[in-house]
C-alpha cells in the first residue's frame, strides 16, 4: 500500500547533520544524488571523525581515514562541502555545545532544508538505535530554531538564518514521506563503498552495499508506489 508522500523538492540549498562517517549513506544517500542531479546544493556536517567505529583499528588511524573516506563518499553523490565537528565519537552529548556548533554550521550554510539521519530509539523494525545518533539528529533539530534566534549564540558573530523550510529524518521508523531513488540507486551504492576500511570490518548484510540498500529501497518502494525509494520523517519546527 502507498502510504508515503513525496518529499518537498521546490528548495534549492540543503545540509545534511549527521553523527558519523556512513550515517547517510546507510539511509539517504540516494535522495542526494537525486537532488545534486537536479542542480541543488547539497553540505555534509559531521559531528565526529568517526575514529571510533572500526574495533580493529586505532582511533589515531581510523579518524584520518574515515574523513577521507566520507569525502569520497559525498563526492560519489555529488557534494563537495564536508566539515567535521570533531566531537568524540562514541560518546557525543546532547547540549548546548553540540547545538551551538550545529546553529553555527546552519547560519554559515543557509540551508531551505536540514536533513538528519534517525533520531528515534530505535531502527525500523525495532532494532535499538545508537546513542550518537539520537544526540546529534536532536541537538540538529533543536539547533534549527537555535539559528534563526539573534538572541542565542550571538558571540559566534554570524547572521540568524530563519530560512529552513524543511527538516526531515531519515531511514526514521515514523517515516512519512519518500524519495524515488531509482535513477541515482547506483550513486548510494557507491557512496556506501567508498567507505572501504569500514565496510571491511563488517559483517552480516550491511556489509554488502548493493544487498543491504536495495532491500531497503524496495521496502521503501512498496510503500511509495514501486520503484526504488528512501524514506524520511518530515518534522515540523
Known sequence: MADLEAVP?????ALV????PDDMEYGGAGAVARWTAQGKKVAY????????????????VAGPLRVEEQIASCAAVGVSEVEFLDHQDGVIEYGVPLRRDI???IRRHRPEFVIVSNFRDTWPGGAWNQADHIAVGRAAVDAVRDAANRWIFQDLGLEPWSGVRYVAAASSPLSTHAVDITD???AAVASLRAHKAYL????????????FLRGVAEAVGQRFGG????SFEMLRV
Open 227 to 230: 520503484g526504488l525509494a528512501t
Open 9 to 13: 523538492e521546490d528548495w534549492s540549498t
Open 17 to 20: 547533520v549527521v553523527a558519523h
Open 45 to 60: 556536517v559531521l559531528a565526529c571523525r568517526g575514529e571510533a567505529g572500526i574495533d580493529t583499528m586505532e582511533p589515531s
Open 200 to 211: 571491511a570490518a563488517l559483517s552480516g548484510d550491511m556489509a554488502d552495499p548493493d544487498a
Open 184 to 186: 541515482s540507486f547506483d
Open 103 to 105: 546553529a553555527a554550521a
